[in-house]
C-alpha cells in the first residue's frame, strides 16, 4: 500500500489479504455492511472432492454467503446453510463455526448436470432448482435453536439472500456474490478464488455505530447524504461492482469499499480471519455410532472386520472395530 492510499484510507495497518472479513460503516448513507474474501480456504474445500466447474462455482458462491451471514455471530456457535432442492445440485451444507471456521460440502446429480450443461442451463440459479435454502443457528447444547427457511423457486443465492433478511429480520438486505479460478504465475494448476459484499440499511435514529468493533479507517469526505435516499444511494453504487471486481487478487476489501464509497463516506473495522476448518472427529463419530446404531447394524457396516467412515466434508476416513462398542452398552 502507498503512503498516499494509506492516507486516503485513513489505515494505519496493512490492507487485508486473502480468506479475510473486513466489517464496515456507511454512516450517512445509514447502512453497514461486510466484504469477504476468499482465496485459499475456498480452494481447499472445492479442490477436495474435484467439483465440475458449475458446481464448484455455485458451492463457492455459498460458501461466500455463509462467510458473510455467519461472522456477524457475536458468540460461539455455528451458522449452518443448507439447501435441498430437485435441481441438478441436490443438496449444498455450509458450516460457519464461529468465530472463523469454513467447510462445505455439495451433492450433485450426474445425469441431471450433463443434461444442463447441454441445454446450457449451468448457472446457479439453474443448479437450485426448486426446493428450499434453510439457515440455522446452533448455539450450543443447552440454547434454543433458530431456524429460517426460504423457498427456492429458480431464483440466485444472492435473491434467496434478500428474501431471508426481508422475511425473518425485516432488514433490507443487499448481497452480491462471485466466483472464479484465477491462475498463478508459474502455476499450471487454476486456483478458485472468491468475493462477496453484503449491506443492510438501518434506521436513521436506531443505526449501531457498530461501536463493538474496533474501527481503523474512516474514509470519508464531509459531503451530506439526504437519509431518504441513503439506502437506495448505497444499492445503487454496490450494483456497480462487477464479479471481476469481487475476486479480484489485487483488489483487497479496503480499497473496494475506498472505490465504491469514498465519496458518501465509509469506516472499515478490524480484518477478521476466516479459515477451512472440519469440525469431525474419531470421538464425535464413535459416539455416533454408539449412540445412533444397534449392534446388529454395526456388524452389517462392517467391511473386512472394521467400520469405515469418511467425512463428507473433509474426506477424512475414520475406522472402527464393530466390537469395540459393548462397553458403551
Known amino acids: 500500500m502507498t503512503d498516499n492510499l494509506m492516507t486516503a484510507l485513513g489505515l494505519d495497518r496493512p490492507e487485508s489479504g486473502d480468506d479475510t472479513v473486513v466489517p464496515f460503516s456507511l454512516d450517512k448513507l445509514n447502512t453497514r455492511g461486510r466484504s469477504v474474501r476468499l482465496g485459499e480456504a475456498l480452494d481447499a474445500i472445492l479442490t477436495r472432492h474435484a467439483y465440475p466447474a ?14 458473510l451471514i455467519g461472522s456477524s455471530l457475536k458468540f460461539s456457535g455455528k451458522f449452518i446453510m443448507q439447501t435441498q432442492t430437485d435441481g441438478p445440485v441436490n443438496l ?15 451433492r450433485f446429480d450426474q445425469e441431471l448436470l450433463l443434461k444442463a450443461a447441454e441445454e446450457g442451463r449451468t448457472r446457479p440459479a439453474d443448479l437450485l432448482g426448486n426446493g428450499h435454502l434453510a439457515m440455522t443457528i446452533d448455539q450450543g447444547e443447552h440454547m434454543e435453536r433458530y431456524q429460517g427457511i426460504v423457498a427456492l423457486e429458480g431464483n440466485s443465492l444472492e435473491e434467496v439472500a434478500h428474501t431471508y433478511f426481508m422475511q425473518s429480520e425485516q432488514i433490507p438486505t443487499q448481497v452480491r456474490l462471485a466466483v472464479a479460478e ?6 499450471h494448476r487454476p486456483h478458485w478464488r472468491a468475493g462477496g459484499v453484503l449491506i443492510q440499511h438501518l ?6 455505530r457498530v461501536a463493538d468493533l474496533p474501527g481503523d479507517g474512516d474514509f470519508s469526505n464531509m459531503q451530506p447524504a439526504d437519509p431518504d435516499d441513503g439506502w437506495t444511494e448505497a444499492k445503487a453504487l454496490m450494483a456497480t461492482l462487477d464479479d471481476l471486481e469481487l475476486a479480484d487478487p489485487e483488489l483487497s476489501s479496503e480499497r473496494l469499499m475506498f472505490r465504491l464509497y469514498h465519496e458518501t463516506g465509509v469506516r472499515v473495522f478490524t480484518p477478521m480471519p476466516l479459515v477451512e476448518r472440519c469440525s469431525c472427529s474419531a470421538d464425535r463419530i464413535e459416539d455416533m455410532l ?10 452389517e457396516m462392517a467391511v473386512n472386520g472394521e467400520i469405515e467412515v469418511v467425512c463428507e466434508f473433509c474426506s477424512t476416513a475414520y475406522h472402527f472395530n464393530p466390537h469395540q462398542f459393548a462397553v458403551k452398552h
Open 182 to 187: 484465477f491462475t498463478r504465475k508459474g502455476d
Open 203 to 208: 434506521p436513521e435514529h436506531g443505526m449501531s
Open 290 to 299: 454408539a449412540t445412533s446404531f444397534t449392534a446388529e447394524d454395526r456388524e
Open 54 to 67: 458449475p458446481v464448484a462455482r455455485l458451492l463457492g458462491e455459498a460458501v461466500v454467503l455463509a462467510a
Open 92 to 106: 449444498i451444507v455450509v458450516d460457519f463455526d464461529a468465530p472463523d471456521g469454513l467447510r462445505g460440502y455439495a
